[in-house]
């Protein structure tokens, strides 16, 4: 009965939608009819509402639904949907304004002259109008109404020229900023939590281990890390655009023919272009610069989108009227000024002390006030002329209600279909396809692709992406990111807009094209950019890099970069040494060996200790890296005999745990069953237990004899590796960090030696002041000394001469007596610092700085920008782990 009621669910939606029926409404009608059938008929026929439920009931899915509005509208940690409305504001704003109109027209006039240069116009204006407004829609229909009649004037094919402003349009699905990335962030981003979790389990039951090393963990995503990982993809495909258009026009000129400007490319037509152009670019710059800098969240991004593109449409408004720059002209004297206040001098209003700290605050106010009356300015113009801000405000909110609508209906039939055993079906069919990974993406890529014939991105992104993501995610053979997928799914949602009979794109043309120009003309243009965006996937999907390039960069050089310790990063950290060692392997041994000539005596004989200690381990190293070499050349020899029994077997228990999972569903419901159920309720269960139990033994004897054998020996093969992965790091660990605290000690000796007279002056202190007084003078003291590097000696023993004066009875001659131990601490640890800096600090810090980025890299507090982007190169790859599991 579960799947009567999943097939119920599929084609009341399927029917609903097809029939025209509001996707907001069709959604979560679907869930509501099915969900309440499904608890009438079990109340009805069994007397339970849950009984047709393979995960919960009802109560369940309802409280599901709920927590998902709670999660949309209330959780403060999932805001990543607040930057859809700033981003929606930013893209009718500009279009509106007609800044669209002044891009292509000036565009036109640039490129036309040359062969095809009309249609290569087109996609250059598609991508700045996709990064600027990334509404299709708004940006088909101002190219069909501006460059179609130009193109058609100028005798451009039907097709090419129909096809090129459909395709240019639909750019904006995946040129950052895009809603529909920012959704499939969302989704992704709880479908991350689930593949984890799977993943979790699978390492448990495939190992037996409680805890998964963190190294195999799935790697989340964010909007932002969306944004980064699809600007690639987007300018490739952008470039395949105009290479394509160029390439036709060369071949076959009466296609595209060459348009002559009848004006002058003077200076006046420079400055007409200059102003087309600067200002998008300057607001693309801004929104996607701060985020790929990491000085701006999305939603912070989204803001400063919806400024600009409202200073923007403030003086294009008044375009050609006195006074039309001014607004735009003081937000950007404005702006000036905030950046080069905080730039000389840091703003904190809850911090000013000083004059200075006043003056700059001052400035920085008068600063901001301008910006605001700038924003209230080309806010009243833009209300004012034509009532253009009340229209942007209207679609805004209309476009934000259906995205969010959508979202939660979404929500309601997933819940559904997970309640009706959907998930689960969907993964026993995607495990059971051969090929392993790429057979289920493969074909979860055709589906969306066929979906894209019917169905919106948005339907396609908030019901597919839930029920497949974790599944793809969950996978350690490829192991890939969760910000890959979204950028694929991205990718081939983008052609939904193109694929007919539906493509979204094509209808917004056919609105505005002329009737000479036939749809089956449309249909024909779009072919050839729906097989530039396939081979676009195919592409991206054997070159992660592309998508994953960027995101771990900026991850790995931002301010909140993870340190080189991290575990994810290991095994990248190390390639890159590794090569290190082969290329520099004779300085780093000669830097070793000069570091073991040096003369210590100088130094404590603690510090002697470690240091010739961490001198042995350097020396180490290369010997290390070549037993992890041969772990590794042994587990490559045996990997392609041992893969596929591993398959095979993981297959099998994987079989073997879902009958399992089924026979205690069984046997937990006929310990339910009660005298009114009947004996033929009670034969029926029986007879399905005894088929599972004949199904577990034929699995269980299915596994080859030779596999405990051959598992055993290449789990040793792997713990092999392990182990001498975690002695390199351990000894380069103990190589490197007594190395840098001697050097840090050393080069502290002139920051102690202004402690003298301060240390002088607590002995005044005592005598003359109250114990009190005395203990917090040097309560004040004791943060200061432990800032310099080595002196936690003397701080101890300052931190007692300050134990002294507290407490019921107050001891100064105490104190005094353990201050001169103190002070003789002090003088010793100063006298040997001032002499190993003559002696050996200049050996040493050469030392350090030749190991550095070697034996000392997992020890930096971050990585240095150049490692930091050779180990994001590395990382950007897939890497297989389903044999640890």
Same mark, same amino acid.
């Given at each position: 009965?579960?799947?009567?009621? &999943?097939?119920?669910?599929?084609?009341?939606? @399927?029917?609903?939608?097809?029939?025209?029926?509001?996707?907001?409404? %069709?959604l979560p009608g679907s869930a509501i009819i099915s969900v309440g059938l499904a608890a009438l008929t079990g109340w009805l026929l069994t007397g339970s509402p849950d009984a047709?439920?393979?995960?919960?009931?009802? !109560?369940?899915?309802?409280?599901?639904?709920?927590?998902?509005? +709670?999660?949309?509208?209330?959780? *403060?940690?999932?805001?990543?949907?607040?930057?859809?409305?700033?981003? /929606?504001?930013?893209?009718?704003?500009?279009?509106? !304004?007609?800044?669209?109109?002044? &891009?292509? *027209?000036?565009?036109a006039q640039l490129f036309g002259p040359v062969r095809g240069g009309l249609g290569m116009s087109v996609v250059f204006v598609g991508a700045l109008l996709a990064a600027t407004t990334g509404i299709v829609g708004a940006t088909v229909v101002a190219m069909g109404l501006i460059s179609l009649p130009a193109m058609l004037r100028n005798n451009y094919s039907h097709p090419l020229a129909t096809g090129t402003i459909a395709a240019s349009g639909t750019l904006g699905q995946i040129i950052p900023p895009s809603i529909v990335l920012i959704i499939l962030a969302d989704q992704l981003a709880s479908a991350t939590d689930q593949a984890s979790t799977a993943r979790k389990a699978l390492y448990k039951a495939s190992t037996g281990e409680l805890s998964m090393p963190s190294a195999f963990d799935v790697s989340s995503t964010s909007a932002g890390e969306m944004f980064l990982g699809a600007?690639?993809?987007?300018? *490739?495909l952008v470039g395949v655009y105009i290479v394509f258009i160029a390439i036709y026009a060369f071949i076959r000129p009466s296609v595209a023919p060459a348009i002559p400007f009848e004006g002058k490319y003077d200076a006046r037509f420079a400055v007409k272009v200059a102003m087309a152009l600067v200002p998008p670019l300057a607001l693309i710059f801004i929104v996607l610069g701060s985020i790929i800098m990491g000085?701006?969240? /999305?939603?912070?991004?989204?803001?400063?989108?919806?400024?600009? @593109?409202?200073?923007?449409?403030?003086?294009?408004?008044?375009?050609? $009227?006195?006074?039309?720059?001014?607004?735009?002209? &003081?937000?950007?004297?404005?702006?000036?000024?905030?950046?080069?206040?905080?730039?000389?001098?840091?703003?904190?209003i809850k911090n000013v002390v000083t004059s200075s700290d006043v003056t700059w605050l001052v400035i920085a106010l008068i600063a901001v006030t301008g910006l605001i009356l700038a924003l209230i300015w080309s806010g009243i113009r833009a209300y004012r002329i034509d009532d253009t801000l009340r229209g942007v405000m209207i679609e805004t909110a209309k476009t934000t209600s259906l995205v969010f609508i959508i979202l939660l209906g979404a929500a309601m039939l997933t819940a559904a279909f997970r309640g009706f055993g959907g998930?689960?079906?969907?993964?026993?069919?995607?495990?059971?396809?051969?090929? #392993?990974?790429? #057979? $289920?993406?493969?074909?979860?890529?055709?589906?969306?692709?066929?979906? #894209?014939?019917?169905?919106?991105?948005?339907?396609?992104?908030?019901? /597919? /992406?839930?029920?497949? %993501?974790?599944?793809?995610?969950?996978?350690? !053979?490829a192991n890939v990111t969760a910000v890959w997928l979204g950028v694929m799914i991205g990718l081939n949602i983008q052609t939904s807009f193109l694929t007919p009979p539906f493509g979204f794109a094509l209808f917004y043309l056919r609105g505005v094209a002329p009737k000479a120009v036939k749809t089956i003309s449309m249909y024909k243009g779009v072919i050839a950019f729906i097989i530039m965006q396939l081979l676009a996937l195919v592409v991206v999907a054997y070159n992660p890099r592309l998508v994953n390039y960027l995101p771990t960069r900026l991850s790995l050089t931002g301010e909140t970069a993870p340190p080189p310790v991290n575990p994810k990063l290991q095994h990248c950290i190390e390639?890159?040494?590794?090569?290190?060692?082969?290329?520099?392997?004779?300085?780093?041994?000669?830097?070793?060996?000069?570091?073991?000539?040096?003369?210590?005596?100088? &130094?404590?004989?603690?510090?002697?200790?470690?240091?010739?200690? !961490?001198?042995e381990d350097a020396s180490k190293t290369f010997a290390l890296r070549d037993t992890i070499d041969k772990a590794v050349v042994a587990i490559d020899a045996?990997?392609?005999?041992? +893969?596929?029994?591993?398959?095979?077997?993981?297959?099998?228990?994987?079989?073997?745990? +879902?009958?399992?999972?089924?026979?205690?569903?069984?046997?937990?419901?006929?310990?339910?069953?009660?005298?009114?159920?009947?004996?033929?309720?009670? @034969?029926?269960?029986? #007879?399905?237990?005894?088929?599972?139990?004949?199904?577990?033994?034929?699995?269980?004897?299915?596994?080859?004899?030779?596999?405990?054998?051959?598992?055993?020996t290449y789990s040793a093969l792997l713990k092999t590796e392990t182990k001498s992965r975690t002695l390199y790091r351990r000894t380069v660990d103990g190589a490197y960090e007594p190395v840098q605290i001697a050097t840090e000690t050393i080069a502290a000796a002139s920051e102690l030696s202004k402690w003298g007279e301060k240390l002088d002056g607590v002995r005044e202190v005592i005598k003359s002041q109250n114990p009190k007084a005395a203990a917090e003078h040097i309560a004040a003291l004791l943060p200061e000394i432990g800032d310099v590097a080595g002196a936690r000696d003397i701080r101890s023993k300052l931190s007692s001469v300050r134990r002294a004066l507290r407490g019921r009875a107050p001891d100064k001659d105490k104190a005094l007596e353990r201050l001169d131990v103190a002070l003789k601490t002090y003088q010793e640890d100063l006298a040997w610092r001032q002499s190993a800096a003559g002696s050996v600090l200049g050996g040493l810090q050469t030392y350090e700085k030749a190991i550095r980025d070697t034996i000392g890299l997992r020890k930096q507090a971050r990585l240095p920008a150049d490692q930091a982007v050779d180990v994001a190169a590395c990382m950007a790859y897939h890497r297989d782990i389903s044999l640890h599991f």
């Open positions: 009965m579960e799947l009567f009621f &999943l097939l119920l669910l599929v084609l009341l939606m @399927a029917t609903a939608l097809g029939s025209g029926y509001p996707v907001a409404f %069709a047709y439920f393979i995960q919960g009931g009802p !109560s369940e899915w309802l409280s599901a639904g709920v927590t998902n509005f +709670r999660g949309v509208y209330w959780e *403060v940690e999932r805001d990543t949907l607040i930057a859809i409305p700033l981003f /929606v504001f930013m893209g009718i704003m500009l279009q509106r !304004s007609r800044i669209a109109e002044d &891009l292509l *027209v000036t565009m600007l690639l993809p987007g300018l *490739v000085i701006a969240t /999305v939603n912070q991004a989204g803001a400063i989108g919806a400024a600009g @593109a409202l200073i923007m449409g403030g003086y294009r408004l008044k375009d050609g $009227q006195a006074r039309a720059f001014w607004p735009a002209i &003081l937000a950007f004297i404005s702006v000036a000024v905030i950046i080069t206040t905080t730039q000389v001098h840091p703003i904190n998930e689960e079906l969907v993964k026993d069919f995607l495990t059971s396809l051969p090929g #392993g990974f790429w #057979g $289920q993406f493969v074909i979860v890529m055709a589906v969306i692709f066929i979906l #894209g014939f019917f169905l919106d991105f948005i339907e396609i992104a908030v019901v /597919v /992406v839930p029920i497949v %993501a974790p599944i793809l995610l969950a996978d350690p !053979s390639d890159y040494a590794f090569n290190q060692y082969v290329q520099r392997g004779t300085q780093i041994r000669s830097a070793i060996a000069q570091a073991n000539a040096l003369d210590l005596s100088t &130094l404590p004989k603690k510090l002697q200790k470690n240091l010739k200690a !961490s001198f045996a990997t392609p005999a041992y +893969r596929p029994l591993h398959t095979q077997v993981r297959r099998i228990e994987a079989v073997i745990l +879902r009958l399992k999972v089924q026979q205690k569903d069984l046997q937990t419901e006929l310990r339910q069953l009660t005298a009114d159920d009947g004996n033929h309720r009670k @034969a029926e269960i029986e #007879g399905r237990l005894e088929h599972i139990i004949e199904e577990l033994k034929a699995q269980q004897a299915s596994i080859p004899e030779a596999w405990k054998e051959r598992h055993k």
